[in-house]
T-cell receptor, first 113, second 112 residues
């Protein structure tokens, strides 16, 4: 069964450093999302991406964040200058049609020191 | 935007008993209501979902009910087992590409 894959599984970085989290969605998915989950808290929407552009973003997704689909397969989330409060699990997710089940990746745990 | 409230935040039940988790939503345009189960350190996984054109859906020991008038929906787990122990999240979205908005989660502990 196809799965959403994410790398790295865990990244530790210093405050102020740039981080890129990568996701390979399921091949027939057209709508992509990044969510984050601070330890012990709820899953929070960051951004949705369709047809090579952002379709919606939350208040959390400020100028420090960006998303790209550089080569038609990978889907990346970049945090330009990390802050301590960016420490969280970041989940990539996708759907074929924009409604219905979200298929989550295993997540990338980001620790900012 | 949509706001989803979930209760209780923690729930402990004896093995074999039933568990009920409740959610309310604010956006009357929402029409898709999934429930996700998240085991420790794992990704959220869909366990059941319901759309606004039905009031109840059942899948073995799991059922979801929806009251659109009151804007609330509930997850019912019967004959609970220790492997049901996890965090459960409700969510809501409207049609189109509107992203899912999640509740804060309920940590269910099933005591053997």
């Amino acid at each position: 069964e196809p799965e959403v894959t994410q790398t790295p599984s865990h990244q530790v970085t210093q405050m102020g450093q740039e981080v890129i989290l990568r996701c390979v969605p399921i091949s027939n998915h057209l709508y992509f999302y990044w969510y984050r989950q601070i330890l012990g808290q709820k899953v929070e929407f960051l951004v949705s991406f369709y047809n090579n552009e952002i379709s919606e973003k939350s208040e959390i997704f400020d100028d420090q964040f960006s998303v790209e689909r550089p080569d038609g397969s990978n889907f990346t989330l970049k945090i330009r200058s990390t802050k301590l409060e960016d420490s969280a699990m970041y989940f990539c997710a996708g759907t074929p049609s924009g409604v219905g089940e979200l298929f989550f990746g295993e997540g990338s745990r980001l620790t900012v020191l | 935007g949509e706001n989803v409230e979930q209760h209780p935040s923690t729930l402990s039940v004896q093995e074999g008993d039933s568990a009920v988790i409740k959610c309310t939503y604010s956006d009357s345009a929402s029409n898709y209501f999934p429930w996700y189960k998240q085991e420790l350190g794992k990704r959220p996984q869909l366990i059941i979902d319901i759309r606004s054109n039905v009031g109840e859906k059942k899948d073995q020991r799991i059922a979801v009910t929806l009251n659109k008038t009151a804007k609330h929906f509930s997850l019912h787990i019967t004959e609970t087992q220790p492997e049901d122990s996890a965090v459960y999240f409700c969510a809501a979205s409207s049609s189109g590409n509107t992203p899912l908005v999640f509740g804060k989660g309920t940590r269910l502990s099933v005591i053997a």
